[in-house]
T-cell receptor, first 117, second 118 residues
C-alpha cells in the first residue's frame, strides 16, 4: 500500500530563514505522481506542485524549490527567505496510476510552518 | 473561474442527528472527490465520482455515509446518524478528465466543512 510520511510535525523559523520540509513516500507502482499542497489559516488546500516519477529534475518557482530523489523515495520542499505569509500547514501527497480514470491522493500528516517576524 | 465551493463551512450537530454537506466542483470538472481529516490524523480519501458515477468508494467508513452526485454537477455527502468519531474536516476536490494522461490529475480543493458532533 502507498504511504507518505512527513516526519516534521511543526517547524518554527524567523523571517528570512530558509526552511526545508521533508517528505518520504512508499509505493509499489512504477508510475506515480507527487504533490505538495499548502493549507493557509483560511483552511483551503492550495495546489503548489505536481511531479511525475519519471522526472527527477529539481524545480524552482520563486522562493519555492523541490528536490525529488527517487533513490531515497523523497520529495522535499524548501522555502527560501521565508516570509510571514508562508505560515501554513504543508501537505505532501502521492497518487498512483493504477486506474486511468482519476486517482485518489494519499496524504502525509502535514508539517505546520510558523514564520515569525 | 470559480474554485471548488463547499457548504456549510462549519456544522455543529448532536450525536444521532443527520447532516448533509454540499460540494460544488469547478465548472466542467468530471472528477469529484471527498476526503476528510479527523483530529490528529492524515487527510483520508473517502470516494471518487466520475460525472454521476461512483468510481471508487473504498474509503467510505461505513453505511452511515451516503454520497450522491445527481446530474454530475454538485455532490452531497450525508451522514446519518452522526457519531462522535465523525467529527473532522471534510474536503471536496475536483479535477478535469484527461483520458490519455492517466494519473495526470491535479485535484483542486475546496475550503472544507468542519463538522463537530457533540
Amino acid at each position: 500500500a502507498q504511504k507518505v510520511t512527513q516526519a516534521q510535525t511543526e517547524i518554527s523559523v524567523v523571517e528570512k530563514e530558509d526552511v526545508t520540509l521533508d517528505c518520504v513516500y512508499e509505493t509499489r507502482d512504477t508510475t506515480y505522481y507527487l504533490f505538495w499542497y499548502k493549507q493557509p489559516p483560511s483552511g483551503e488546500l492550495v495546489f503548489l506542485i505536481r511531479r511525475n516519477s519519471f522526472d527527477e529534475q529539481n524545480e524552482i518557482s520563486g522562493r519555492y524549490s523541490w528536490n525529488f530523489q527517487k533513490s531515497t523515495s523523497s520529495f522535499n520542499f524548501t522555502i527560501t527567505a521565508s516570509q510571514v505569509v508562508d505560515s501554513a500547514v504543508y501537505f505532501c501527497a502521492l497518487s498512483e496510476t493504477i486506474k486511468a480514470a482519476g486517482n485518489k491522493l494519499t496524504f502525509g500528516g502535514g508539517t505546520r510552518v510558523l514564520v515569525k517576524p | 473561474e470559480a474554485g471548488v465551493t463547499q457548504f456549510p463551512s462549519h456544522s455543529v450537530i448532536e450525536k444521532g442527528q443527520t447532516v448533509t454537506l454540499r460540494c460544488d466542483p469547478i465548472s466542467g470538472h468530471d472528477n469529484l472527490y471527498w476526503y476528510r481529516r479527523v483530529m490528529g490524523k492524515e487527510i483520508k480519501f473517502l470516494l471518487h465520482f466520475v460525472k454521476e458515477s461512483k468510481q471508487d468508494e473504498s474509503g467510505m467508513p461505513n453505511n452511515r455515509f451516503l454520497a450522491e452526485r445527481t446530474g454530475g454537477t454538485y455532490s452531497t455527502l450525508k451522514v446519518q446518524p452522526a457519531e462522535l468519531e465523525d467529527s473532522g474536516v471534510y474536503f471536496c476536490a475536483s479535477s478535469p478528465r484527461e483520458w490519455r494522461l492517466a494519473g495526470l490529475d491535479t485535484q483542486y480543493f475546496g475550503p472544507g466543512t468542519r463538522l463537530t458532533v457533540l
